[in-house]
């Protein structure tokens, strides 16, 4: 029987990934992080097939009030807020895919296009049938008890779940990859004293998983 085989690449980050957008039909993906104690965002684009920076930690003039809102084959695009009182004011920067550089005369708009199909997992709470059916096969097969809730995705052959267990304040964010038979292809540890859960702990993207560890590793690796 064909046997896949893995061969994670990661790159270590200087402060918490906070957003992750892959270009579509590229090997490329933009990355905000957030140093909360330094209130200062930057922005990366990493090339995911080559494992190297086109730019990185890229920092503008408005440090902190600027997130990453969409992506297209040409610019990544981030909202600006103007106002810390009101949340609605905001302004876009296009940023150059080739250099990171703002992009004069660009549409102040920010359209739909923008965007990205990446594949995300469905959550599953606790208390809700679909974890339970996830839990009963997490105890059996990993003599795990999954807590909270669990992220589900079935990609191919593969089935990726990402689960917590341990005790409040200090749970374990396990993440795992098992085939069509139940036997487990891939495990790891990808957060640990956490108070709760995550969303979309992780994501498919042109035929590779992402997922961040200890919140400022991005692991990457082909899967289909």
């Excluded at 104690?37 to 922005?43: D, E, H, K, T």
Aim: net charge negative; proline share 5%; charged share 20%.
């Amino acid at each position: 029987m064909y046997e896949k085989h893995f061969d994670p690449v990661s790159i270590h980050l200087s402060a918490p990934v906070w957003n992750l957008l892959p270009l579509e039909n590229s090997p490329l993906i933009a990355i905000e992080q957030r140093d909360e104690l330094r209130r200062v965002a930057s922005f990366s684009l990493y090339h995911f097939g080559d494992h190297k920076f086109l730019w990185r930690d890229l920092v503008l003039p408005e440090k902190w009030w600027v997130n990453l809102a969409g992506v297209s084959n040409e610019w990544i695009v981030l909202k600006v807020f103007e106002s810390t009182e009101n949340p609605d004011k905001t302004s876009f920067l296009f940023l150059n895919v080739k250099d990171g550089s703002v992009v004069a005369n660009a549409p102040q708009q920010f359209e739909t296009e923008y965007t990205n199909t990446a594949l995300y997992p469905f959550q599953y709470l606790d208390g809700e049938p679909d974890f339970d059916t996830v839990q009963r096969f997490l105890s059996t097969r990993f003599d795990a008890t999954p807590r909270l809730g669990a992220e589900y995705l079935e990609q191919d052959d593969l089935v990726i779940i990402s689960f917590y267990t341990g005790n409040p304040a200090a749970f374990i964010n396990r993440l795992v990859i098992v085939n069509s038979t139940g036997k487990c292809l891939y495990e790891d540890e990808i957060g640990m004293n956490l108070k709760g859960i995550g969303v979309n702990t992780f994501f498919v993207a042109s035929g590779n998983l992402f997922f961040v560890k200890n919140k400022s590793e991005l692991v990457t690796f082909r899967i289909v």
